[in-house]
């Protein structure tokens, strides 16, 4: 059974950066696409971008000037960096696993980051 | 961009009833749609895939149906823990996209 967990601070300062990562536990990182999705409060579901093992990724345009990730394969983990940060990235971070058809067939539970000073 | 949009936004409902979520998509999308359950402070789950398909280990009470821009997901017979947000998602380009929510409530 795959199962990912998203780690990171849970609060983050206007203008800093948010960084997260994703640890993925019963599979690999070399297989698949991995995305990060998140969730503001009130509001639906955002996909923010997926990488591959590769390194070769795929931004939703929205945030493209904002985002990186990166992936760790001896460490099977991946990750996520959101520049200039303001109250409005305030979410709930999701990790998810991407199949070869784009949709995401195992989620980690989400962290909360908070963007206040 | 696709735009995914869902209706109801909100439904209360009772265990036993039977539940129909709809998915409109801007734009043709074939079946490339699928349906997850979300409830706070857990992992998000994939109920279904390319519109129709089940996935392993989901209840069979769930079911999707549609092609094209309309979409439904069906709960046959709604249980405790059906209780939950419902969110549609193309994957038909890469720009990934999803609906807006459906949150199911007891009544």
């Known amino acids: 059974q795959v199962e990912l967990q998203e780690s990171g601070p849970g609060l983050v300062k206007p203008s800093e950066t948010l960084s997260l990562t994703c640890t993925v536990s019963?599979?690999?990182?070399?297989?698949?696409?991995w995305s990060w999705i998140r969730q503001s409060p009130g509001k639906g579901l955002e996909w923010i971008g997926y990488?591959?093992?590769?390194?070769?990724?795929n931004f939703n345009p929205s945030l493209k000037s904002r985002v990186t990730m990166s992936i760790d394969t001896s460490r099977n983990q991946f990750s996520l960096n959101l520049t200039s940060v303001t109250a409005a990235d305030t979410a709930v971070y999701y990790c998810?696993?991407?199949?070869?058809?784009?949709?995401?067939?195992?989620w980690g539970q989400g962290t909360l980051v908070t963007v206040s000073s | 961009d696709i735009q995914m949009t869902q209706s109801p936004s909100s439904l209360s409902a009772s265990v036993g009833d039977r539940v129909t979520i709809t998915c409109r998509a801007s734009q043709s999308i074939s079946v490339y749609l699928s349906w997850y359950q979300v409830k706070p402070g857990k992992a998000p789950k994939l109920l279904i895939y390319a519109a129709s398909s089940l996935q392993s280990g989901v209840p069979s009470r769930f079911s999707g149906s549609g092609s094209g821009t309309d979409f439904t997901l069906t709960i046959s017979s709604l249980q405790p823990g059906d209780f939950a947000t419902y969110y549609c998602q193309q994957n038909y380009n890469t720009l990934l996209t999803f609906g807006q929510g459906t949150r199911l409530e007891i009544k």
């Open positions: 019963g599979g690999s990182v070399s297989t698949y696409y």
């Open positions: 998810a696993r991407v199949t070869y058809k784009n949709y995401f067939d195992y």
């Open positions: 990488i591959y093992y590769s390194g070769s990724t």
